[in-house]
C-alpha cells in the first residue's frame, strides 16, 4: 500500500475520533491534569516575527533562530515561508531533514508552517501560482514533521523596499475587478477543495486564518470550512473569543497574539492591542485546547520616529512570552 493512502486513512480515523469526544470530556480531562503537558496550551514563536523586515536589521538565520527560541523559553516554532526563512524553493531534501533533526534535539516542536497565499484571484496565472506554492508548503509540512500548514484565504501581500517592510502599498486597496468581488468567496472554496484533497493525502492539516479579505472574521472561517466539507481543512483563529471557541469546538487547531506591551509601575505587562488577550486565554484552557498560541510581531517596529533595531524586537517578544505564560498560568489556576 501506498504510504500516501495510508497517511489518510490515519488522518481520517484520527479526525473521526476526535470529533466523537464531547467537549465536556475534553474539559474535563484538563481539570484533571491541569499540568499535563498534552492538555495544556502550549506557547510558541512565529518565525515572521526575525524576517529581517520589520525592524532595522538583517533577518536571523532559520536555526539560530530555532535556538534562540528554545533559550528563550519559547514551546515551539512555527515558520513563515518567505525568504530568508522556509521558501519551500531554497530547502533541499538534506535542508528539510536537518531542520526536523534540530527540532527534535531541542525539543521545539516546529508546530505549523505558513504560506502567505492569496487564493482568491480571478486571473488563472495568479490562482493557478498560488495553487502550486501551498501545495509546495503542505509537502514541506509533512518533510518537517509539522502537523499543520497554516494558510490565509486572500493574504494581501507586504511591500518590502531596501529591505522594510509596508502594508499601506497594499492593504484597503481597491479590488481591481469590483464587479466580481462577490466571486473571490467561490474562487477560494473551489482552490481549498482541491488543496485539502492534497494535505489529506499527504497527512497535513490546512488551518484557516480569520483574515481579511475574503473570510472577514471567524464566522467567514467557519462557513468556509462547512462549505468545502474536507476533514483535513479546520481553523486558525486569532483574537478569538469565548463565543468563537465554542463555535468552532474541535475544529480550532491554532492561533496567534500581537501587538506590543510595556511594564507598568509595578512591574506588571501589559498589551497595547485593543484584544480581550485575558478573556480568550481563559476561555481556550477552560476548553480544553492544546494547540498552539503562537506571538508574531508582524509590523514596523518604530522607536522615536523612526525604525527599531533588532533589539527592539527582542524585547517585544521577552514581554510577549512572560505575558502570555501569565495568562496561560492565570487561567489554569482558575480551573
Not at 65 to 85: C, I, N, S, Y
Not at 255 to 273: A, I, P, W
Amino acid at each position: 500500500m501506498k504510504n500516501n493512502i495510508s497517511r489518510r486513512e490515519f488522518l481520517a480515523g484520527t479526525m473521526a475520533a476526535a470529533a466523537a469526544a464531547s467537549t465536556s470530556s475534553v474539559v474535563q480531562a484538563a481539570i484533571n491534569n491541569p499540568a499535563k503537558p498534552n492538555n495544556r496550551m502550549k506557547i510558541g514563536l512565529y518565525t515572521i516575527t526575525y524576517l529581517g523586515i520589520w525592524y532595522d536589521g538583517q533577518a536571523m538565520e532559520l536555526k539560530e533562530l530555532m535556538r534562540f527560541a528554545r533559550k528563550q523559553g519559547w514551546e515551539g516554532v512555527e515558520f513563515d515561508t518567505k525568504r530568508p526563512h522556509a521558501a519551500p524553493m531554497d530547502l533541499s531534501k538534506n535542508d528539510r531533514k536537518q531542520l526536523r533533526d534540530l527540532a527534535g534535539e531541542l525539543d521545539l516542536p516546529i508546530s505549523a508552517v505558513s504560506p502567505n497565499c492569496d487564493l482568491s484571484s480571478h486571473v488563472p496565472e495568479h490562482q493557478e501560482a498560488a495553487i502550486c506554492y501551498v501545495r509546495e508548503c503542505i509537502k514541506l509540512t509533512r518533510d518537517l514533521g509539522s502537523p499543520i500548514c497554516k494558510i490565509f484565504a486572500a493574504w494581501p501581500g507586504v511591500i518590502v523596499r531596501e529591505g522594510l517592510g509596508y502594508y499601506h502599498h497594499t492593504r484597503s486597496v481597491a479590488d481591481p475587478y469590483p464587479d466580481w468581488s462577490s466571486e473571490r468567496w467561490d474562487n477560494v472554496r473551489e482552490a481549498l477543495r482541491e488543496l485539502s484533497k492534497f494535505a489529506e493525502d499527504e497527512g497535513v492539516i490546512l488551518a484557516l486564518q480569520n483574515h481579511r479579505p475574503v473570510t472577514m472574521d471567524y464566522k467567514d472561517v467557519l462557513k468556509m470550512i462547512k462549505e468545502v466539507n474536507s476533514p483535513a481543512l479546520k481553523a486558525c483563529i486569532d483574537h478569538g473569543t469565548k463565543e468563537s471557541i465554542s463555535e468552532a469546538g474541535l475544529l480550532l487547531v491554532h492561533s496567534h497574539f500581537n501587538g506590543e506591551f510595556r511594564r507598568n509601575t509595578d512591574g506588571q505587562l501589559r498589551s497595547t492591542h485593543k484584544v480581550g488577550y485575558k478573556a480568550y486565554v481563559d476561555a481556550l484552557v477552560a476548553s480544553g485546547y492544546n494547540g498552539f498560541m503562537n506571538w508574531e510581531f508582524c509590523h514596523p517596529a518604530m522607536e522615536f520616529g523612526k525604525r527599531a533595531d533588532i533589539e527592539y524586537a527582542h524585547k517585544q517578544t521577552r514581554m510577549a512570552l512572560e505575558y502570555m505564560k501569565k495568562l496561560r498560568a492565570d487561567a489554569e489556576t482558575r480551573l
